[in-house]
């Protein structure tokens, strides 16, 4: 365990490198024929995984229609992200994560977005057009939503390495993207704090 010291400086400067290339990063686009509604978002049938719980271990498809399951990535820190494209919470919270997967790595860390009941050509028109977004998408017609009781977006887990659900956040502010940066600067190895932030080829 790093010093408290050391994980004190690790969390600004995480915090402050990922909300730098948040602001860096090029606008987030929705697919212009998105028409979804929140409501698609608020189907749900259990009560919601929580922090210390094991959570469902099913995701659904990439986009290359390979299953992608969290015990995939056991010994990495996982972030599963529920979003859509007419949420704008979410337009800004995806470019934060992308800026998170590019600097620390995929061998650390994999943030998986999760697009919650829209068209799959509102889906699709979103993936082409924001190309620079480092982010493992799946479009979900609201199975795994169901098994994370989601009721809104966006909603995100943090899932720790040895695959159990660590932070839950609902929403999207300032606030949220501080705490979620300290939150993640605690879970990550001191010697993936102490790398420069990567830069995405």
Partial sequence: MAPKRFRSKART????WLIAACALTAPVFAAESAVATPAAARA???S???????PPDFLGLDLAGKPVKVSDHRGKLVVVSFWASWCAPCLRELPLLSALQTGVGREHLQVI??????????????VRRN??????YIR???TAARYYAVKAVPNLFVIDQKG?????????SAKMVKQFAK???????????????????
């Avoid at 400067?13 to 402050?16: T, W």
């Avoid at 919601?48 to 094991?54: A, F, M, Y």
């Avoid at 190309?131 to 493992?136: F, K, N, S, V």
């Avoid at 159990?164 to 999207?172: E, L, N, P, T």
């Fill in 13 to 16: 400067l995480l915090s402050g």
């Fill in 48 to 54: 919601q995984p929580r922090p210390g719980e094991t």
């Fill in 183 to 201: 939150e993640v600067a605690d879970l990550l190895p001191p010697e993936v704090l102490r790398q420069p932030a990567r830069k995405r080829d």
């Fill in 140 to 142: 979900d017609p609201g």
């Fill in 113 to 126: 977005a999760i697009n919650l009941n829209e068209p799959r050509r509102d889906f699709d028109e979103f």
């Fill in 164 to 172: 159990v659900i660590a932070k839950v956040h609902s929403g999207y």
């Fill in 131 to 136: 190309p620079e977004l480092d982010l493992t």
């Fill in 44 to 46: 749900s049938t259990s």
